[in-house]
């Protein structure tokens, strides 16, 4: 019976959500109001469709308008419709008030279902009223830690790249990437280290370089590094194999999470509330495991917040060979090595492979560079920002792809780069001014793969490229692209001089460099 009545609540919410605002409240409203409690009861999906409805479409007057409605369901004698009303309200914004009378619901009800919906919903909207109740020990820890996590965030937490980590005895930094990448960012470590040696090099392996800090250091210094994609400060490991739900797995994580390496850490870098997000690499959402661990490593350190929602701070729980990193990684948006790109095209390049292609090109001085296929221009940028450009070159086929470069281009180079960027095809190119045979000192380019730019001919295209380039490039020029095919140059003159296999985001591409041959 009960189950029946469960699947027909489920039909008529799935009837009652397709209608509009002003449907659901000038004429579902009004009939529900008039129903006797039995009828209310059997339309209680209703509610629910209202918070859902006027959530996702309402307008803010609207949404003003039905929240009263709501709140007075708060004090409906049937406790069914209390609890949905209950979780309707946050979807529509409460606030103050509705916080009231969820505390005084709280207060009176004595049925522990409804304690634990009124906990959802101040896990929620609560704010320093539910602060004060909880120290009476009226509500659950995990309602404590997402009300105390939601004031803060009325207050910034800032991650600051500026301040220096002094004491960082047993901390291991992890720098990952696009597998296949891994040994660019370890020369740029290198070199790094040869102008200011803060870091030393433990472990190169696909997709990470594992780093030791040898002396103070700030996020600055690491985000100097441009050809790594995230960073993480690795919080300890957890050996063997690893069920989220075990008593044992939590006590773990919740012990490396509240450490005091991770608050040294936290402390250091964070101006404001501390506040993560837990992430489980590789296994989905885990919102149950998130829900164990944040409450144990609450109850061990109550200063460490877990907040999914804009935290500044990613604990991210790692998979190798022999169990589970732990590692905090902070979220920065935009991240400041790519500020310059304000705009960008369906097809750009991730911007640390960018970043390695022109590593890989290197530091020449009166370089003269083009890209066939500029999209939002980060080669042709990343190039620039090494220094040594005398002139750069973009062409696309698209319009906006063009505007985008220029713009980004010349947000990116304070001291500018003189530039041309012309729509047109790549193989168009005598028509472009200063455009000639042997005149290029370095082609590069990420061509596109016809993923999300349909491309007839791809091949054709490839070899149409390889065919321009050995026209155009000096002897010593070079060619530094992404190459689809296990297809090399037919032109003698252009000689493979590396090749290595990076993963693109879901498929695999050679990143190729060819020197050009002759006087």
């Known amino acids: 019976m009960k189950s029946e ?32 409690p039995q009828e209310r009861i059997e339309r209680v999906g209703l509610v629910r469709a209202v918070g859902v409805v006027f959530s996702e479409s309402g307008t803010g007057a609207q949404r003003d308008a039905v929240r009263p409605w709501l709140s007075a369901l708060l004090n409906d004698p049937q406790e069914k419709i209390r609890r949905y009303a209950m979780a309707a309200l946050p979807k529509i914004g409460a606030g103050a008030g509705e916080e009231t009378e969820l505390l005084s619901l709280l207060k009176t009800t004595t049925v522990d279902r409804e304690k634990k919906f009124v906990g959802k919903a101040l896990d929620k909207i609560g704010g320093a009223a ?10 659950l820890p995990q309602t404590e830690q997402k009300v105390k996590a939601s004031v803060a965030r009325n207050q910034a937490s800032i991650i600051r790249m500026d301040r220096a980590l002094s004491h960082f005895a047993g901390l291991q930094i992890h720098l990952r990437g696009r597998s296949g990448l891994e040994e660019i960012v370890r020369d740029e470590v290198e070199q790094s280290a040869r102008v200011r040696a803060k870091f030393r090099i433990d472990e190169v392996v696909p997709g990470l370089v594992a780093l030791t800090p040898t002396a103070p250091f700030s996020l600055g210094d690491i985000y100097t590094l441009r050809c790594f994609g995230t960073v993480g400060f690795v919080l300890g490991a957890v050996d063997g194999p690893h069920h989220e739900n075990s008593e044992k797995s939590i006590e773990k994580m919740a012990a490396i999470i509240a450490s005091e390496l991770s608050r040294r850490v936290f402390k250091t870098f964070t101006e404001g509330p501390i506040r993560y997000r837990l992430d489980f690499v590789e296994k989905g959402h885990q919102r149950g495991a998130v829900r164990l661990f944040a409450n144990r490593a609450y109850a061990l350190c109550p200063e460490i917040l877990n907040d999914s929602r804009s935290a500044p701070w990613t604990i991210s729980i790692h998979p190798n060979r022999k169990g589970n990193w732990v590692e905090l990684i902070p979220r920065l948006s935009p991240d400041p090595r790519f500020a310059y790109r304000r705009e960008d095209v369906p097809a750009a390049s991730h911007p640390p492979l960018a970043a390695s292609m022109a590593w890989l090109a290197g530091n020449h001085e009166n370089e003269i560079v083009w890209d066939p296929f500029c999209g939002s221009g980060l080669e042709l940028i990343e190039r620039a920002l090494l220094g040594g450009v005398r002139m750069a070159y973009g062409t696309d086929r698209s319009a906006e792809a063009i505007t985008i470069t220029g713009e980004n281009f010349a947000t990116a180079n304070r001291n500018p780069v003189p530039s041309r960027f012309i729509c047109c095809d790549f193989r168009d190119f005598p028509r472009i001014e200063g455009l000639r045979e042997n005149s ?28 321009i380039a050995a026209k155009m490039l000096k002897p010593g020029g070079r060619l530094i692209f992404a190459n689809p095919f296990r297809i090399q140059s037919p032109d003698p003159s252009l000689k493979l001089q590396s090749r290595r296999v990076v993963d693109f985001g879901g498929f695999n591409c050679a990143l190729e460099l060819y020197l050009k041959s002759g006087r």
């Open 440 to 467: 290029l000192t370095l082609i590069i380019t990420n061509p596109p793969m016809g993923k999300r730019v349909p491309i007839p001919n791809l091949r054709g295209l490839i070899e149409d490229l390889f065919s």
């Open 5 to 36: 009545k469960t699947n027909a609540a489920k039909e008529l919410y799935k009837q009652l959500r397709v209608l509009t605002c002003d449907q659901l409240w000038n004429d579902e409203v009004p009939q529900f109001d008039r129903a006797s």
């Open 130 to 139: 539910t602060l004060e109740e909880i120290g009476k020990g009226s509500l």
